[in-house]
T-cell receptor, first 113, second 114 residues
Framework: NAGVTQTPKFRVLKTGQSMTLLCAQD?????MYWYRQDPGMGLRLIHY???????AKGEVPDGYNVSRLKKQNFLLGLESAAPSQTSVYFC????????????FGPGTRLLVL | GENVEQHPSTLSVQEGDSAVIKCTYS??????FPWYKQELGKRPQLIID?????GEKKDQRIAVTLNKTAKHFSLHITETQPEDSAVYFC?????????????FGKGTHLIIQP
């Protein structure tokens, strides 16, 4: 049982390049989330999904797209990376219903030059 | 949307003393309040949480209190130890109603002085 995993761990992009971050969970969780963490800002919600085939915007969705084609995977895409997207990205998941505890992945550190 | 304020941003205490971190929230619909501990370069780890139908919860040296009327909640760590040094985040969640996802405070860097 690996819990929540993220790939890659670290990536350097040039401005304008695209990439996809992958989050996978093996806990059969319904809900999945993408957050970004910047120094002094805490974690901010980018997008989330309450089930396979569904996605919704969070607090800071601009410049990102997501897809949830399979229940265990949640993909975060950057179509045209900008230096402002330099951050640490965390994925999280939880089961549905009254169990709100979110389990976080190890994070992806992204540097956009 | 929800707004969570967290204070102080840095807290330095002597080993063995108590530490208190305070948070306020704005959305009266919020009903779940977790606290996360994050060590440098690691993922946030849940240390304790409280739901809106409870006023206080304790787990060994850690306790959380919630005042729904005032919309604030606090983390209390007693008998602090060097391994308590980390960044602590409070968060709030208003589950249901179509929206989801935690709103985090900006974090408190807790330093335990030997």
């Amino acid at each position: 049982n690996a819990g929540v995993t993220q790939t890659p761990k670290f990536r350097v992009l040039k401005t304008g390049q695209s990439m996809t971050l992958l989050c996978a969970q093996d806990m059969n969780h319904e809900y999945m989330y993408w957050y970004r963490q910047d120094p002094g800002m805490g974690l901010r919600l980018i997008h989330y999904s309450v089930g396979e085939g569904t996605t919704a915007k969070g607090e800071v969705p601009d410049g990102y797209n997501v897809s949830r084609l399979k229940k265990q995977n949640f993909l975060l895409g950057l179509e045209s990376a900008a230096p402002s997207q330099t951050s640490v990205y965390f994925c999280a998941s939880r089961t549905s219903g009254s169990q709100e505890t979110q389990y976080f992945g190890p994070g992806t550190r992204l540097l956009v030059l | 949307g929800e707004n969570v304020e967290q204070h102080p941003s840095t807290l330095s205490v002597q080993e063995g003393d108590s530490a208190v971190i305070k948070c306020t929230y704005s959305d009266s619909a919020s009903n779940y309040f977790p606290w996360y501990k994050q060590e440098l370069g690691k993922r946030p780890q849940l240390i304790i949480d409280i739901r809106s139908n409870v006023g206080e919860k304790k787990d060994q040296r850690i306790a959380v209190t919630l005042n729904k009327t005032a919309k604030h909640f606090s983390l209390h760590i007693t008998e602090t130890q060097p391994e308590d040094s980390a960044v602590y985040f409070c968060a709030a969640l208003a589950s249901g109603g179509g929206a989801d996802g935690l709103t985090f405070g900006k974090g408190t860097h807790l330093i335990i002085q030997p």
